[in-house]
């Protein structure tokens, strides 16, 4: 059972988050080099290790906290299922092994992974207290996985796509921050007392300029003149109209359904998002190893 819990605890279904590492493999032409491939799916599963011991530290920075919340109270740790002092025993293990296997296969790797890890545990124990500063650090994560994802496989990752995983990550924690606010109302400063600082409208204001610069750096990125050479084709821009669907899907989701919190369950359980990423990625594939 602890191990059941200790999984559960990891949650394994933000794993998802961790496919950014398979960004650099895609966009450099790589995705047919098995050694790559081989290289990039280590890369991933060290990631999600790692991930998931910092979503056990920080459920257990915010055990109280998370007693209050609707749903995180069920959490193993939050519930009791999880004793901590298992939890802690365990998660140490967990990472130890990680960020040595880590460094072991590129000091460089190492080194992202490890601030990836101390990004994380700074997070849970104090940035997410600073407004804009939580969100900016949620994001920040994303580019490391993004960045591990090139170092991994030797290449050198796009300063485009980096820009456009900031924006993109930011749109997406701006989005769970509205949505935390809207869903715990009275109690919303309870949980996270980052809340206090951020109202609808605030909150509708940032994301209004992450959408339109996000849409605006992935369509530059397309027409880059950098990326015609690189990749080999022009044609990346029809890709354009499954990133706006997209965006566009996800605004309908928060503001009309109430959704948001979690973009992995967003992912993993609308239909209309999961076709619409599904065909980004096959044209992606198509434009940039078939059709050229």
């Known amino acids: 059972m602890i191990v059941k819990y200790i999984f559960l605890s990891m949650r394994p279904e933000q794993w998802i988050k961790n496919f950014f590492v398979f960004t650099a493999l895609l966009f450099s032409k790589n995705l047919l080099n098995l050694s790559k491939d081989i290289d990039a799916l280590v890369g991933f599963i060290i990631f999600c290790m790692i991930t998931g011991c910092s979503y056990i530290i920080n459920d257990l920075v915010d055990l109280e906290k998370d007693k209050l919340h609707p749903t995180k109270s069920q959490r193993p740790i939050a519930s009791g299922r999880l004793n901590k002092t298992t939890a802690i025993k365990?998660?140490?293990?967990?990472?130890?092994?990680?960020?040595?296997f880590a460094f072991?296969?590129?000091?460089?790797?190492?080194?992202?992974?490890?601030?990836?890890?101390?990004?994380?545990?700074?997070?849970?124990?104090?940035?997410?207290?600073?407004?804009?500063?939580?969100?900016?650090?949620?994001?920040?994560?994303?580019?490391?996985?993004?960045?591990?994802?090139?170092?991994?496989?030797?290449?050198?990752?796009?300063?485009?796509?980096?820009?456009?995983?900031?924006?993109l990550s930011l749109f997406l924690g701006f989005s769970k921050r509205r949505h935390e606010l809207i869903l715990l109302e009275d109690n919303a400063t309870g949980h996270r007392k980052v809340l206090e600082h951020y109202s609808p409208y605030f909150l509708d204001q940032m994301i209004s300029v992450v959408t339109a610069s996000t849409l605006i750096c992935y369509a530059l990125y397309t027409m880059s003149k950098d990326t015609i050479e690189k990749l080999g084709t022009s044609k990346l821009i029809y890709t354009i109209p499954f990133v706006l669907y997209g965006i566009f899907r996800y605004l309908y989701l928060v503001h009309q359904k109430e959704k948001g919190g979690s973009p992995t369950e967003v992912v993993f359980t609308d239909k209309p998002m999961i076709i619409n990423i599904s065909l980004w990625v096959i044209a992606s594939v198509m434009f940039i190893y078939i059709v050229h």
């Open 90 to 100: 365990i998660t140490t293990i967990i990472c130890l092994v990680s960020l040595s």
């Open 104 to 167: 072991y296969i590129n000091s460089f790797f190492g080194i992202i992974v490890l601030t990836y890890f101390l990004l994380n545990i700074g997070y849970s124990i104090y940035l997410k207290n600073i407004v804009i500063i939580d969100v900016v650090t949620i994001a920040s994560g994303f580019v490391l996985r993004v960045l591990g994802g090139a170092v991994i496989i030797s290449v050198t990752s796009s300063q485009w796509l980096v820009l456009c995983t900031i924006l």
